[in-house]
């Protein structure tokens, strides 16, 4: 299937495991990684699980010295969660210089950290961090995380169809079915896997079935519908045509 | 022993772990996260953590040793080793290390050198409880039997 390499301009026909979240885990304690790393792959997360601030640098490429070797894999990183308390690079410098980059400012970031301290906690919010995990983790916690960025994915793909309607400034009946979908987004999440009857079914094309960790929501066919769109900087197929060039 | 008797000592071995405050509630979310796809999560992630552990209690021994004791050193090792210990669940060591890392605050390392006894103590009483629930555990699947994680309602 020569075509799941391919990208036609800018569409991501890539298959649906590109759909999964990807996860970059940050922690010096082996113990806390092994565990979540199956927090996450348990809740249909894929992981890659460093253990420290320099090397989840290195993986996304942000450090001077050198870049990871690009696989055959696509880097694009979903989510960032990292401990607060690591030898070297604590989590928050690891927050501020992903914040501080505009590759990847847009990744929310997680903060985990055993202890509860309020000024701890305002500061990392302060910096943009998303959410702030007290350890240890548990699979409610992940949970959250992951209804986060299933909605976050929903309403970026929503963004990116208003978007494109705005500019072509056709077709009101696109816009309006924008509109009710933008009006109650989780709502239509969350109901049944029927899609919403304001949609043309002709813009359906059919999802792949469900993934069995989600299952109140439907596979999305949103994601399918905005396949013509350009897509935003957070999957912008240029930062994976630099990966696989470089090497 | 047939099947159901070690399952029945499984489920009141387990259930007097958790009434003695050996293990906490986050033991049984590393029970949840075991399954057909990964039978050995629970034991890989306890050896992780006996190694870990085995490590840290060598370098605070070598550390509360010295002449000079470096109570920042002893501290961010009984920090490393209150958090493996809280992800796994093992709560009396957790408490141990949280009594430990006030006297390092402390600087105080009489108190310390106490600490480390009390801490080495719970861990090889952990240590040998969890082997002995793996134990039991890999004797009922032996016999074709399953762990009844699902009797644990408590």
Redesign the interface.
Known sequence: MHWRSEKIDGFDLSPPDDEQVHVLAVDD????R??IE??LK?SCCKVTAVDSGIRALQFLGLDEEKSSSVGFDDLKVDLIITDY?M?GMTGYELLKKIKESSTFREIPVVIMS?ENVMARIDRCLEEGAEDFIV?????SDVKRLRDYMTAREFRVKNQQIGNNNNIKNNNKRRLRETCDLSSSPLSMLFSSSSPSPSLSPSSLSSPSSPSPCLSPLPSPPILSYSAPCSPTSLDSPTRRLKMSSSD | MEVGQMQRTWVEYTKSLFMEGFLDG?FT??Q??Q?ES?PD?VV??VS??F??SERLLNDLTRALDQQSVDFKRVD?HV??L???S????AQRVKNACIAFRSFCEQQNSEACLKCLQQVKQEYYLVKNKLETLIRLEQQIVAAGGSVPMEELSF
């Open positions: 304690s082996l113990v806390d092994k565990v199956r927090l348990i308390c030898p055993s350890k240890p983790v548990k699979l | 986050q979310q590393l949840l996260l399954d990964n999560f890989e992630v992780l953590f190694e870990d961010a920090h490393q209150k958090g493996s809280s992800s796994i669940g």
